[in-house]
């Protein structure tokens, strides 16, 4: 407050580029051990849509604070455009030096979408500038669990699951290790314990809750409907049913090099002998959940795990007449029967 009241006074006596000129108001300092979020400064954003921006983020309290900060200080046409990381319940004035700045830390910047298998996330770490593929594959072998997620983690089970999908902005030169427990830092961060406690409610213990997520996400395409395709796989897992997910069908394939080569991590048109596959990934022969998860999932899959919809529904297949990506679901074989019939490909 004392900043603003002696700008306002000083802006009381003359224009904000007479008081400021170029300088730029000494930072305030960020209290110590705030959470940090990713922030993509557009070209041409107004000091207005920052401070709006900054405001939904937490990175300030006010962003209208923000924006009379920027025009007492002259500092409108000097917002600097690229990806920044900013530190949650930040001083307005430090957010200001750090978005105005000419001279910024070079970083690197990469997104992971929901639902890919870790050797695709090392091709898009690898084309971002996180060193080689081999040093983020390298870097996932070697890396450890925090405690209560390593606790659930069956023996020689790698991390495929583990690393959350998300953007992230790190200075440049930082390594495949640094971007990777990073990563899992952040799962561990957003897979909370409420989570993790409602998911033991329905039978989960994490490693299994992540599993379960991770098929949810290869099966689901809108999200309204991944607490209902998680029901109804606990339905399944109730009756000791195969889960029948083509999705583990097509990791167990993908764990031939030769199929990969030939078909990509997610072969399309399986065949007979593909869901004869004998691995235990392979849920269409094989009853329960997989060893583990198939690929990376997202937050909005690991709630659905934790909080699945209650229904009768045992079945669901892609609504091919409305091509959205949504899915007709049916209680009993006769009537899944018939939407595959009239529903389906």
Same mark, same amino acid.
């Given at each position: 407050?004392?900043?603003?009241?002696?700008?306002?006074?000083?802006?009381?006596?003359?224009?904000?580029?007479?008081?400021?000129?170029?300088?730029?108001?000494?930072?305030?300092?960020?209290?110590?051990?705030?959470?940090?979020?990713?922030?993509?400064?557009?070209?041409?954003?107004?000091?207005?849509?920052?401070?709006?921006?900054?405001?939904?983020?937490?990175?300030?309290?006010?962003?209208?604070?923000?924006?009379? &900060?920027?025009?007492?200080? %002259? =500092? /409108?046409?000097? *917002?600097?455009?690229?990806? #920044?990381? @900013?530190?949650?319940?930040?001083? !307005?004035?430090?957010?200001?030096?750090?978005?105005?700045?000419?001279?910024?830390?070079?970083?690197?910047?990469?997104?992971?979408?929901?639902?890919?298998?870790?050797?695709?996330?090392?091709?898009?770490?690898?084309?971002?500038?996180?060193?080689?593929?081999?040093?983020?594959?390298?870097?996932?072998?070697?890396?450890?669990?925090?405690?209560?997620?390593?606790?659930? &983690?069956?023996?020689?089970? %790698? =991390? /495929?699951?583990? *690393?959350?999908?998300?953007? #992230?902005? @790190?200075?440049?030169?930082?390594? !495949?290790?640094?971007?990777?427990?990073?990563?899992?830092?952040?799962?561990?961060?957003?897979?909370?314990?409420?989570?993790?406690?409602?998911?033991?409610?329905?039978?989960?213990?994490?490693?299994?809750?992540?599993?379960?997520?991770?098929?949810?996400?290869?099966?689901?395409?809108?999200?309204?409907?991944?607490?209902?395709?998680?029901?109804?796989?606990?339905?399944? &897992?109730?009756?000791?049913?195969? =889960?029948?997910?083509?999705?583990?069908?097509?990791?167990?394939?993908?764990?031939?090099?030769?199929?990969?080569?030939?078909?990509?991590?997610?072969?399309?048109?399986?065949?007979?002998?593909?869901?004869?596959?004998?691995?235990?990934?392979?849920?269409?022969?094989?009853?329960?959940?997989?060893?583990?998860?198939?690929?990376?999932?997202?937050?909005?899959?690991?709630?659905?795990?934790?909080?699945?919809?209650?229904?009768?529904?045992?079945?669901?297949?892609?609504?091919? &007449?409305?091509?959205?990506?949504?899915?007709?679901?049916?209680?009993?074989?006769?009537?899944?029967?018939?939407?595959?019939?009239?529903?389906?490909?």
């Amino acid at each position: 407050m004392a900043l603003i009241a002696l700008l306002a006074a000083y802006f009381v006596a003359a224009t904000p580029a007479a008081v400021l000129g170029d300088r730029v108001v000494e930072p305030l300092a960020a209290s110590p051990g705030n959470d940090t979020v990713p922030y993509t400064l557009k070209e041409g954003s107004s000091a207005g849509q920052v401070g709006d921006d900054l405001e939904r983020l937490g990175v300030v309290r006010s962003g209208r604070q923000f924006q009379v &900060l920027v025009s007492l200080m %002259g =500092l /409108q046409d000097r *917002l600097s455009a690229g990806d #920044y990381e @900013l530190a949650k319940d930040s001083a !307005a004035a430090t957010v200001i030096e750090q978005v105005t700045v000419k001279q910024m830390v070079p970083t690197l910047k990469v997104t992971f979408p929901e639902g890919i298998r870790i050797e695709e996330m090392a091709m898009l770490a690898a084309e971002a500038g996180f060193g080689s593929r081999q040093e983020f594959l390298d870097a996932v072998a070697s890396a450890k669990l925090p405690p209560d997620l390593a606790a659930t &983690l069956p023996p020689g089970q %790698g =991390l /495929q699951g583990y *690393l959350f999908p998300d953007t #992230y902005i @790190l200075p440049a030169g930082a390594s !495949a290790a640094a971007l990777v427990t990073l990563m899992i830092e952040t799962l561990n961060e957003r897979f909370t314990p409420e989570l993790r406690a409602a998911a033991l409610g329905q039978g989960l213990n994490p490693h299994q809750a992540l599993t379960l997520a991770s098929i949810v996400e290869r099966e689901a395409v809108l999200a309204e409907e991944r607490p209902r395709i998680a029901g109804v796989f606990y339905n399944r &897992l109730a009756e000791g049913d195969l =889960l029948g997910a083509d999705p583990t069908t097509q990791f167990a394939v993908a764990l031939d090099p030769a199929s990969v080569e030939k078909y990509g991590w997610w072969k399309k048109g399986l065949t007979i002998d593909d869901l004869e596959n004998p691995s235990k990934y392979n849920t269409r022969l094989v009853p329960g959940l997989p060893p583990g998860p198939i690929t990376n999932p997202g937050l909005a899959s690991i709630e659905a795990v934790a909080h699945p919809e209650k229904t009768k529904f045992y079945y669901f297949v892609a609504d091919s &007449l409305k091509k959205d990506g949504s899915h007709v679901f049916a209680e009993t074989l006769a009537e899944h029967e018939q939407n595959k019939a009239r529903y389906g490909q």
